[in-house]
């Protein structure tokens, strides 16, 4: 039987081994509060998703066709269950979605790229036992023939080309297309930071994906030997109804570690 893992539950082992524990391993992490900051994520994806699929089918999409379907999308969707930080307010987070929209489609109108999927999952071989999933938001064929992978990112912070160029989880889509199509084509790998209205490219040659490759089934086999689980003791620890319904707070989850059978060691 073939193991699948994604670069998410990858990230959270590397992040918190003991919420990986919970939630891969004993499967009982509960309902974590939905921040407003993955709700935004979310709708501003589903929105240039409707973008490029009504695109494809040969319609035009005017910005206030986008923006409606923004903000109807996010009046459905939105509940008092989304947990925002305090002193904030919802119609913040919503008129940064209008702006990311607004300059995003000032930026790449006409939209005349050759976008053939959207929100496309991959699944590739590591090696005969375990394999990768995850999904691409935008796949385009260009002109010289290159796929070219666009990912969407929210986030308040931008990344440097180096932190960009040393990204595993574009270079984990890359692998995808190859074994989708071809291991021969070429790939350009692209991230929208749409807090910034900013494009950033980069690529991986042959010799980084195959020590990609090895580097994440070094990572796996890591994972499958841990026997002892420590909490990350960071910030959103206090986020982790786990920890509240064990009395838990971020400094004594810190100080407590995990075995493989649930047991508490030290």
Partial sequence: MVMIYSNSRLWLYENCPEAYKIKYIDRTFPELPSSVHAFLGSMVHESLEFLYNEIKSGKTVELDELVKHFAENWHKQYTLCVRIPVGDKEGDYFNKGVKFLVDYFQSNKPFSENTIETERKILFPLDE??????????????????????????????????????????????????????????????????????????????????????????????????????????????????????????????????????????
């Fill in 129 to 266: 036992n375990y394999a990768i999933v995850g999904y691409i938001d935008r796949i385009v064929l260009n002109e010289k023939g290159e796929y070219e992978v666009h990912d969407y990112k929210t986030n308040s912070f931008l990344k440097s080309q180096e932190e960009i160029d040393k990204d595993r989880q574009l270079a984990f889509y890359q692998l995808g297309l190859q074994a989708l199509f071809d291991e021969e084509i070429k790939v350009k790998l692209v991230w929208h930071f749409l807090a910034f209205d900013k494009k950033i490219h980069s690529k991986r040659t042959q010799e980084q994906l195959d020590k990609l490759k090895e580097e994440t089934l070094e990572l796996i086999k890591k994972i499958e030997s841990t026997t002892e689980w420590s909490a990350c003791g960071k910030a959103f620890c206090d986020w982790c109804s786990y920890k509240k319904l064990h009395g838990l707070g971020k400094e004594e989850s810190s100080k407590k570690v995990f075995t493989r059978n649930g047991n508490l060691s030290g």
